[in-house]
């Protein structure tokens, strides 16, 4: 499989813990994105890196939450201290390199369930 | 800012009935637009795109036109199958910033019956 992975898929943690999810890219692409969708709403951008480089955070990204690209390939987010508001689905995508003719290529998703 | 409105749904239609998903957006300058669909248990998935006004985006039957009067890019198809049941996302990038990062609409969801 050559798409956009992410992992775990579910993730049921309590109040106050950290968590940590991964998103793998499609080879090669330069840029990676992270968005969050809550119930009911469309995705909401939160960040993006350009290969390992962070240029871009949403003020939805309270610092609570950090996201990292080492080495251009990978990515994490990590949420430190969750709340309940954290609950949501994080998405992450993908593209090629900057400009509208570059599709950008949606992963699965990680649903975060913070009780 | 730059945002999008979309028809709330869920629109339910019989199979081979007509489809209209309505999309309006604000945007300064001229935004690239995008319809993205969401099958069940899987990711968000391209539809098509239209990157300057008057341009129609197409493909497996849906058809959108930019239209920078009206600010809409509608999606239709004009005989909608159960396989088409989904969520519908209406999203547009911004020119100029350089990010490319996507403001979606909040979706609507399609059901299709027998």
């Known amino acids: 499989d050559t798409g956009v992975s992410q992992d775990p898929r579910h993730k049921i943690t309590k109040r106050g813990q950290n968590v940590t999810f991964r998103c793998d890219p499609i080879s090669e692409h330069n840029r990676l994105y992270w968005y969050r969708q809550t119930l009911g709403q469309g995705p909401e951008f939160l960040t993006y890196?350009?290969?390992?480089?962070?240029?871009?955070k949403s003020r939805l990204l309270s610092d609570r939450f950090s996201a990292e690209r080492p080495k251009g390939s990978f990515s994490t987010l990590e949420i430190q201290r969750t709340e309940q508001g954290d609950s949501a689905m994080y998405l992450c995508?993908?593209?090629?390199?900057?400009?509208?003719?570059?599709?950008?290529?949606f992963g699965p998703g990680t649903r975060l369930t913070v009780t | 800012g730059n945002s999008v409105t979309q028809m709330e749904g869920p629109v339910t239609l019989s199979e081979e009935a007509f489809l209209t998903i309505n999309c309006t957006y604000t945007a300064t300058g001229y935004p690239s637009l995008f319809w993205y669909v969401q099958y069940p248990g899987e990711g968000l998935q391209l539809l098509l795109k239209a990157t300057k006004a008057d341009d129609k985006g197409s493909n497996k039957g849906f058809e959108a036109t930019y239209r920078k009067e009206t600010t809409s890019f509608h999606l239709e198809k004009g005989s909608v199958q159960v396989s088409d049941s989904a969520v519908y996302f209406c999203?547009?990038?911004?020119?100029?910033?350089?990010?490319?990062?996507?403001?979606f609409g909040t979706g609507t969801r399609l059901q299709v019956f027998p």
């Open positions: 890196f350009q290969n390992e480089a962070q240029l871009e």
């Open positions: 999203a547009l990038s911004a020119p100029g910033d350089g990010t490319d990062k996507l403001i």
């Open positions: 995508a993908s593209k090629l390199r900057q400009g509208s003719s570059y599709e950008q290529y």
